[in-house]
């Protein structure tokens, strides 16, 4: 039960933060740098499973270790898994997209 407790929370903190950065950054970084990249709607469905499976690994991760180690383990391996998936996507768009 502790893990669906978090796992709820986790998404509660989640969505309002990327709420928060889509919404600034897609006006004023994204729209502007990758306008004609972007799709003209949005698509629910590929952007529910990226959640759904992107909050498991929070979970998994960083919030499981964190309640047997300690918030430190929790902030930590979180910090990690942000920096792994940051760079996953950054170092992606470097590889194929034009300067």
């Known amino acids: 039960m502790?893990?669906?407790?978090?796992?709820?929370g986790?998404?509660?903190?989640?969505?309002a933060l990327d709420a928060v950065?889509?919404?600034?950054?897609?006006s004023k970084?994204?729209?502007p740098a990758l306008g004609n990249l972007l799709a003209d709607q949005f698509r629910?469905?590929?952007a529910l499973?990226?959640?759904v499976l992107y909050l498991a690994g929070?979970?998994?991760f960083a919030v499981r270790p964190g309640l047997s180690q300690g918030l430190g383990a929790a902030a930590l391996n979180?910090?990690?898994?942000?920096?792994?998936?940051?760079?996953t996507y950054d170092l992606t768009s470097q590889a194929v997209l034009a300067r």
């Open 29 to 31: 970084l994204y729209r």
């Open 10 to 15: 986790a998404a509660v903190v989640f969505g």
């Open 78 to 87: 979180g910090a990690m898994l942000g920096a792994m998936c940051y760079m």
């Open 49 to 51: 499973v990226f959640y």
């Open 2 to 8: 502790q893990y669906v407790i978090a796992y709820i």
């Open 21 to 26: 950065w889509l919404g600034w950054a897609g």
């Open 44 to 46: 629910l469905a590929p």
């Open 58 to 60: 929070i979970i998994w």
